[in-house]
């Protein structure tokens, strides 16, 4: 199958677009946030350990600046645009393969029908409990799944489609996890399924499905063959409101097939598989003041996802001998997480703190060589939406 080539097609589709709406009205939305985190462990490299898509120990950082802006035109068509700066933006950069810290983690046309909505180029992944924007989060820090689990985004078209005002349903077909363009010679196809109770928008229960080829890198450094590795999810999500609380709630599968030789201590070839589920509650309290808590807990069979972290990757000793294991056979890590914390808004401003505790199952090593399986933190995290 050939690659997906959206900038042309989407450069066509606009100009069109702008040749029938010469003046689109533009809506322009963004956000910001920022955080500091102390733990209690020191790393070898600095980093923070469970938490490593984070800036570092004891450092005040800008987490995420999000600016985007939203374009009508006639017929029902429309263009999103977002970027994304900070150290959010650098992460999500590195990972799709790309340097910087700017992404542009937005970038479509969008068809809007009475029933249907159309979505053509880059888009936010879809599935879990935590957003992309840390404005619209409830918890302060990052939790495990969105971490270790969860994509940031996809390069593709999506169909949405409302069968009734409590039923939808979705079809995705896109380049990949985090992948701007395809590494392989393969699509990630999804279907899902959503319920909005009495057509309320804030309370749902979703179901999504992925499969497709995945691989470690780009051009050259592809290891694992043309058409990639099976890579198969299953996300269950939801959310509900009543009264002055709110849960939502994840549970997420996967598994992805690794050949020969990939993973340390494996001999032939191994699927790898992990688990996860979590739930953050709020309450509010008043004034703007809310109460928030996560539990989270994270299996990893082979540790390919934790492995992200690189205390838990060098616990594994997966860079040992020149050689860069995607995973251990036998790991069989599970990782817990628990946060508490109180917000205060005061209109699109919000102001965060929040005790979190971790654990793992095996034996980590501090900067000091001292053994440990669990760490605390603090976080401060600070923004607002406009």
Same mark, same amino acid.
């Given at each position: 199958m050939r690659c997906l080539q959206p900038i042309p097609m989407i450069g066509l589709l606009a100009a069109t677009l702008a040749a029938q709406a010469p003046a689109p009205s533009l809506k322009w939305h963004g956000s910001l946030w920022a955080s500091a985190v102390a733990q209690d462990r020191e790393t070898r490299d600095g980093s923070l350990v469970f938490r490593p898509l984070e800036a570092g120990q004891s450092q005040f950082s800008l987490d995420g600046l999000m600016l985007g802006v939203d374009a009508a035109f006639a017929q029902?068509? /429309? %263009?999103? %645009? +977002? *970027?994304?700066a900070g150290n959010t933006g650098r992460t999500i950069q590195a990972t799709t393969g790309d340097t910087g810290t700017i992404a542009a983690v937005e970038a479509m046309l969008v068809w809007t029908g009475e029933r249907d909505t159309l979505r053509i180029g880059r888009m936010i992944t879809f599935i879990g409990m935590e957003y992309l924007d840390g404005a619209q989060n409830l918890t302060a820090s990052r939790g495990l799944l969105f971490t270790f689990s969860d994509p940031f985004g996809q390069v593709g078209v999506n169909w949405h489609h409302a069968v009734s005002p409590a039923w939808s349903g979705d079809v995705w077909v896109f380049n990949g996890e985090d992948r701007q363009k395809d590494n392989n010679h393969g699509k990630t196809v999804g279907l899902g399924l959503t319920w909005n109770p009495g057509g309320r928008a804030d309370a749902y229960l979703s179901l999504h499905a992925y499969r497709g080829p995945e691989q470690d890198g780009l051009g050259a450094a592809s290891g694992t063959g043309a058409e990639g590795r099976p890579r198969e999810r299953v996300c269950l999500m939801g959310q509900g409101v009543w009264g002055r609380f709110t849960l939502q709630g994840e549970m997420s599968l996967g598994r992805e097939a690794f050949a020969a030789g990939s993973l340390l201590g494996a001999r032939d070839a191994q699927w790898a598989r992990w688990r996860g589920f979590g739930l953050i509650l709020k309450q509010e309290l008043g004034r703007g003041i809310s109460l928030v808590a996560r539990a989270e807990r994270l299996s990893d069979d082979h540790g390919v996802?934790? /492995?992200l972290d690189p205390t838990l990757r060098a616990s594994l000793g997966l860079d040992a001998g020149g050689v860069a294991y995607a995973g251990r056979?036998?790991? @069989? $890590?599970?990782? &817990? /997480? #628990?946060? #508490?914390? *109180? !917000?205060?808004?005061h209109g699109p401003a919000f102001a965060r703190v929040e005790a979190r505790q971790? &654990?793992?199952?095996? @034996?980590? +090593?501090? %900067?000091?060589?001292? +053994?440990?399986? !669990?760490? $605390?933190?603090? +976080? *401060?995290?600070?923004?607002a939406a406009f």
């Open positions: 029902g068509w /429309s %263009a999103k %645009a +977002t *970027v994304l996802r934790l /492995s056979a036998g790991a @069989d $890590l599970v990782a &817990r /997480s #628990l946060s #508490l914390g *109180v !917000e205060k808004k971790d &654990r793992l199952n095996r @034996d980590l +090593t501090d %900067a000091q060589g001292a +053994t440990f399986r !669990e760490g $605390l933190s603090a +976080t *401060v995290s600070v923004g």
